[in-house]
């Protein structure tokens, strides 16, 4: 694991605000409860990528894409649930934030659609994780900012992989619709929210 941080430049751009630091605050002072739905959004983030899967099958550069993705994603729960047994950190259900559903409830019904829509709301998923771990990680002792770090190159890449899957699926230009999402987005993010979640706008204003 190392401490270098890639090029979040398109990252940055591509998002319409950053996390608050109402929400770091937040983290640093729930740091099971992060590493808890860390691990879930990895097992949701591989599971979405096998439904895309399951669902278009005469896509190849979509199965080989979300092929890749799942194992790594499968990969990184791997490691956190190792880091939350290390400290010893129950793994207990939690509710799941509003932000994933808030996205997806805006996900249209008809193809091609329905698809592109559900790509760029990975798109936006994987930035704003992105966004996140470089975000908490300069606040974290040294076991958990090297793994934060060492999750960036690869969200970054998922982000660009959904991104291309999106404009690919359709001839019409994604922009307006990319754009549409992300204002969604952006409220889901700056809003409050009842409890904190690795996904959640602001705990505790709801």
Same mark, same amino acid.
């Given at each position: 694991?190392?401490?270098?941080?890639?090029?979040?430049?398109?990252?940055? $751009?591509?998002?319409?605000?950053?996390?608050?630091?109402?929400?770091?605050?937040?983290? &640093? %002072?729930?740091? @099971?409860?992060? &590493?808890?739905?860390?691990?879930?959004?990895?097992?949701?983030?591989?599971?979405? %990528?096998?439904?895309?899967?399951?669902? #278009?099958?005469?896509?190849?550069?979509?199965?080989?894409?979300?092929?890749?993705?799942?194992?790594?994603?499968?990969?990184?729960?791997?490691?956190?649930?190792?880091?939350?047994?290390? *400290?010893?950190?129950? #793994?207990?259900?939690?509710? %799941?934030?509003?932000?994933?559903?808030?996205?997806?409830?805006?996900?249209?019904?008809? $193809?091609?659609?329905?698809?592109?829509?559900?790509?760029?709301?990975?798109?936006?998923?994987?930035? *704003?994780?992105? $966004?996140?771990?470089?975000?908490?990680?300069?606040?974290?002792?040294?076991?958990?900012?090297?793994? #934060?770090?060492? &999750?960036?190159?690869?969200?970054?890449?998922?982000?660009?992989? #959904?991104?291309? &899957?999106?404009?690919?699926?359709?001839?019409?230009?994604?922009?307006?619709?990319?754009?549409?999402?992300?204002?969604?987005?952006?409220?889901?993010? $700056? @809003?409050?929210?009842?409890?904190?979640?690795?996904?959640?706008?602001?705990?505790?204003? %709801?």
């Amino acid at each position: 694991m190392s401490n270098e941080v890639p090029d979040l430049s398109a990252i940055h $751009e591509f998002l319409l605000c950053q996390t608050p630091d109402a929400w770091i605050e937040a983290a &640093l %002072a729930e740091p @099971e409860m992060m &590493l808890v739905d860390h691990a879930n959004c990895e097992k949701k983030a591989a599971g979405t %990528a096998l439904n895309l899967m399951f669902r #278009y099958l005469d896509n190849f550069d979509l199965l080989n894409k979300m092929s890749r993705l799942a194992r790594e994603e499968l990969r990184h729960f791997e490691q956190v649930i190792a880091i939350m047994k290390k *400290r010893g950190i129950a #793994y207990p259900h939690i509710s %799941a934030s509003r932000y994933a559903a808030g996205l997806r409830k805006e996900v249209r019904g008809a $193809e091609p659609g329905r698809l592109v829509d559900t790509l760029i709301c990975g798109a936006i998923i994987e930035a *704003r994780s992105c $966004e996140r771990f470089a975000r908490i990680a300069p606040h974290l002792d040294d076991e958990l900012q090297k793994f #934060y770090y060492s &999750l960036l190159k690869s969200e970054a890449r998922h982000f660009r992989d #959904y991104l291309t &899957l999106a404009q690919n699926a359709t001839e019409e230009d994604i922009a307006p619709r990319v754009q549409a999402l992300l204002e969604v987005e952006q409220r889901l993010v $700056e @809003e409050g929210d009842k409890e904190f979640r690795f996904h959640s706008g602001v705990p505790g204003q %709801a």
